[in-house]
C-alpha cells in the first residue's frame, strides 16, 4: 500500500483493487469480431481442454495477470489435414438428416451421403455424429458454444462500457452453460485465463486512493448500509411490495 501526500497536506492511501480488463477492438459487432480474432489465432485451439503435456508452470503472477498459474502451449495443427472439430454441429445435423433419410424410412448408402457431405468419412463417425446431435453437440461443440457466448457479453459489457473482472465472466459462462448443458463445466481459471488469451482480453490495474478518514468511516459505512438492508426487507415482509 503506497502513502501519498496530497495538497492540503493530508495522506491518502492508494489502494490497489481487482483488475478490470479492456477489450481491445474497433468492431462494431461480436460477430465481425469474432471472424477477426479466428482468422489472427490459427494456431490456437481455444474449446479444447489442454493435456497435460500442455501445460507449463510459470512463476507466481501479479494480480494484474491472468490468475492461473498455468498457460496453455498450443498444439500447432497439420495444415494438410483439417481437424475434424471444423465440423459445426449444424453440419452434423445435415448429414445425419440426409443419411436417415427419414422420408422414405431407408437410409441413404455412404457413398451417397459423401456426394452432399463431403467431411463424411465412415457410418461410424455418421453414427457419433447422430449421438452428438442427441445430446445437443459434441463436448468441443458445447465449449465453442460456452466461449462464444461469453466472449459474446463480455463485448457487450465493453461497448457500454463496464467494468469487467475476472467473476463476471464466470458467471456469464455459468449461466450460459444452464442452457448448453456441459457436464462438469465449472468455468475453471485455467478456461477463463485461456479465453482471455484467445480473444487478446487484457488487465488493468485499477488504483483507487483514499484518506485516512475513508478507512475510518469505512466500518461504519457498512454497518450502516446492512442495517437498511434488514429494514427494507423487514418492511417488505410485513407489507409486501406494492406497499413501500
Aim: one cysteine or more.
Amino acid at each position: 500500500m503506497d502513502v501519498k501526500i496530497n495538497r492540503a497536506g493530508s495522506s491518502s492511501l492508494a489502494l490497489e483493487e481487482d483488475p478490470q480488463y479492456e477489450l481491445q477492438t474497433d468492431m462494431q459487432t461480436f460477430d465481425e469480431f469474432e471472424k477477426l480474432v479466428a482468422a489472427s489465432n490459427q494456431l490456437a485451439e481455444p474449446d479444447e481442454n489442454p493435456s497435460q503435456e500442455d501445460k507449463v508452470v510459470e512463476p507466481l503472477s501479479s494480480g494484474t495477470e491472468p490468475s492461473s498459474n498455468e498457460f496453455y502451449v498450443p498444439r500447432i495443427p497439420n495444415p494438410k489435414q483439417p481437424p475434424s472439430n471444423a465440423v459445426t454441429l449444424d453440419y452434423k445435423k445435415r448429414s445425419v438428416d440426409f443419411w436417415r433419410n427419414v422420408a422414405t424410412k431407408k437410409r441413404h448408402s455412404l457413398s451417397c451421403v459423401q456426394t452432399k457431405s463431403k467431411k463424411v468419412t465412415s457410418i461410424r463417425q455418421l453414427r457419433e455424429w447422430e449421438r452428438h446431435v442427441a445430446e445437443g453437440g459434441s463436448r468441443y461443440d458445447k465449449l465453442k458454444a460456452l466461449r462464444l457466448e461469453t466472449g459474446k457479453q463480455f463485448f457487450l459489457a465493453k461497448q457500454k462500457p463496464h467494468i469487467v473482472k475476472d467473476m463476471d465472466i464466470r458467471r456469464w459462462a455459468v449461466t450460459a452453460n444452464r442452457t448448453i448443458g456441459l457436464v462438469g463445466f465449472t468455468a475453471s481459471p485455467d478456461w477463463v485465463g485461456k479465453l482471455k488469451r484467445y480473444y487478446g482480453i487484457v488487465d488493468r490495474k485499477i488504483t483507487k486512493f483514499v484518506t485516512h478518514k475513508y478507512i475510518q468511516e469505512a466500518p461504519q459505512v457498512k454497518k450502516t448500509a446492512e442495517e437498511c438492508v434488514a429494514l427494507v426487507r423487514s418492511r417488505i415482509s410485513d407489507y409486501g411490495l406494492d406497499c413501500m
